[in-house]
Every structure is written in C-alpha cells, then in structure tokens.
C-alpha cells in the first residue's frame, strides 16, 4: 500500500493559484485510483477530483473548470492545480488512493496528512 504526502499548500488571495503535490512511496500510475479531496472547519470532507488509472477525471461541480488533477510520467506524484481560487476553497486538501479493482471504487482507503490551503477576499 503506497504512503502519500502532500504539499504545496498555503495562503492566497481570491483570483490567484496554487499547485498542490502529492507524493507516493511507489509507483501508483495504473494500479490505484487516485483523488484530491478537502475539509473545511465544521463541514465534511468533500471529494473535489478524481483520477483513474485509465486517465478519466472528474470534478465536484465546485471546483470544474478551475481545477485540474494530474499525474507526473513516473506516476509517483499527483497534482492539483487549482485557478481561479476563492474563499469558499480554504480548507485542509487531501491525497487519497484506493487499489484499482477493475473499477474505481467511490472511497479511498489511504490518505496522506494533509496540506492547508487559505484563500483570503
């Protein structure tokens, strides 16, 4: 089971980007599933995009087209470049992967610690 790691988080202003990092003990490219997802203080956690092993993505309707998730072509790191940032984004951000099971399941078994991103108005 692969460990992950975020980084790349921090304070913004509303309208500005950031990248987030994720990266994996080992090699994730087509055997896991993978996803960003984020909390907010006194709300649940929010699965924002997701990408399968087969390259298809999707988003929370929150984020579509201002965010993007990728992979690097080693398929150790996974990115999430988020555009077009606002307040309602501040939350702690997520890395989560579940084993490929032929399909991709819609929970994660493996979660990284987490990077805070703050988007001030």
């Known amino acids: 089971q692969v460990r992950l790691a975020e980084s790349g988080g921090g304070s913004v202003q509303a309208g500005g980007s950031l990248r987030l990092s994720c990266r994996a003990s080992g090699y994730f490219g087509n055997r896991y599933c993978m996803a960003w997802s984020r909390q907010a203080p006194g709300k649940e956690r929010e699965v924002v995009a997701r990408?399968?092993?087969?390259?298809?993505?999707t988003y929370a309707d929150s984020v579509k087209d201002r965010f993007t998730i990728s992979k690097d072509n080693t398929g150790t790191t996974l990115y999430l470049q988020m555009n077009n940032l606002k307040p309602e984004d501040t939350a702690m951000y997520y890395c989560?992967?579940?084993?490929?099971?032929?399909?991709?399941?819609?929970?994660?078994?493996?979660w990284g610690p987490g990077t805070q991103v703050t988007v001030s108005s």
């Open positions: 989560a992967a579940q084993e490929y099971l032929g399909y991709c399941p819609r929970t994660y078994n493996t």
């Open positions: 990408l399968e092993p087969i390259g298809r993505t």
